[in-house]
C-alpha cells in the first residue's frame, strides 16, 4: 500500500538555525511529490512541488526539497528559519498515472521556532 | 478567483443533532475533497468527487457521514446523528485536470460536538 512517512513528529529550532524535515514515501510507480505548511490555525497551503526535471525544488520563503528517486525520499530545507516559519509540515505523494488526485498524506511535523 | 470557500467556519452543536457543512470548490476545478484533521489521527481523506460523482469513499468513518455533490459548485457532508468524537476540523479541497495534482484547501470548518 502506498504511505508517507515524515520522520520528525515535533522540531524545535532557534531563530537563523538550518531545518531538514524527512519525507520518504512507499510507491513504486511515478509520483507527484508535495509539501504543504499549515500555520497555526490556518488551512493548508503549498510549499512547493516536484512533478518531473531538476530533483531540486525551489518554493516559496525560502524553501527548498530534493527529491531522490533511489530513497524515495523528499526532504524540506531551508538554511535559516524565522519564527514565523512556526507552522506544521505535512508531506504528500500522489500517482502520475491516468486521472488519480488522491494524495497520500504523511502525519506532519510540528515546528516550532523559537525567536 | 475566491478560492475555495466553507461554510460555516465554526459549529458548535450537541450531541445526536445534524450537522451540514458546505464547501464550494475553485470555479473549473472537477475534483473535490473532504478532509478530516485531529490532533490523534492527523489529516485523513473522507472522500473525494469527480466531476460530481463519489470516486473513492473509503475513508468514511461510518454511515452517521454522508457526502453529496449535486452540481460543479456545492458540496455538503452530514453527520447525522453527531457524536463528541466527530469533533475536528473538517476541510475541503479541490483541483482539476491541468495535469497536476496540486490540491487547495479551504479555510476549515471547526466542528464541535458536546
Known amino acids: 500500500a502506498q504511505s508517507v512517512s515524515q520522520h520528525n513528529h515535533h522540531v524545535i529550532l532557534s531563530e537563523a538555525a538550518s531545518l531538514e524535515l524527512g519525507c520518504n514515501y512507499s510507491?513504486?510507480?511515478?509520483?507527484?511529490l508535495f509539501w504543504y505548511v499549515q500555520y497555526p490555525g490556518q488551512h493548508l497551503q503549498l510549499l512547493l512541488k516536484?512533478?518531473?526535471?531538476d530533483p531540486l525544488v525551489k518554493g516559496i520563503k525560502g524553501f527548498e526539497a530534493e527529491f531522490i528517486k533511489s530513497k524515495f525520499s523528499f526532504n524540506l530545507r531551508k538554511p535559516s528559519v524565522q519564527w514565523s516559519d512556526t507552522a506544521e509540515y505535512f508531506c504528500?505523494?500522489?500517482?502520475?498515472?491516468?486521472?488519480?488526485?488522491?494524495?497520500?498524506w504523511g502525519l506532519g511535523t510540528s515546528l516550532a521556532v523559537n525567536p | 478567483d475566491a478560492g475555495v470557500i466553507q461554510s460555516p467556519r465554526h459549529e458548535v452543536t450537541e450531541m445526536g443533532q445534524e450537522v451540514t457543512l458546505r464547501c464550494k470548490p475553485i470555479?473549473?476545478?472537477?475534483?473535490l475533497f473532504w478532509y478530516r484533521q485531529t490532533m490523534m489521527r492527523g489529516l485523513e481523506l473522507l472522500i473525494y468527487?469527480?466531476?460530481?460523482?463519489?470516486?473513492?469513499d473509503s475513508g468514511m468513518p461510518e454511515d452517521r457521514f454522508s457526502a453529496k455533490m449535486p452540481n460543479a459548485s456545492f458540496s455538503t457532508l452530514k453527520i447525522q446523528p453527531s457524536e463528541p468524537r466527530d469533533s475536528a476540523v473538517y476541510f475541503c479541497?479541490?483541483?482539476?485536470?491541468?495535469?497536476?495534482?496540486?490540491?487547495?484547501f479551504g479555510p476549515g470548518t471547526r466542528l464541535t460536538v458536546l
Open positions: 516536484y512533478f518531473s526535471g
Open positions: 470555479s473549473g476545478h472537477d475534483y
Open positions: 479541497a479541490s483541483t482539476g485536470l491541468a495535469g497536476v495534482n496540486e490540491q487547495f
Open positions: 510507491y513504486g510507480g511515478t509520483v507527484n
Open positions: 504528500a505523494v500522489s500517482s502520475n498515472a491516468g486521472n488519480n488526485r488522491k494524495l497520500i
Open positions: 468527487f469527480n466531476n460530481n460523482v463519489p470516486i473513492d
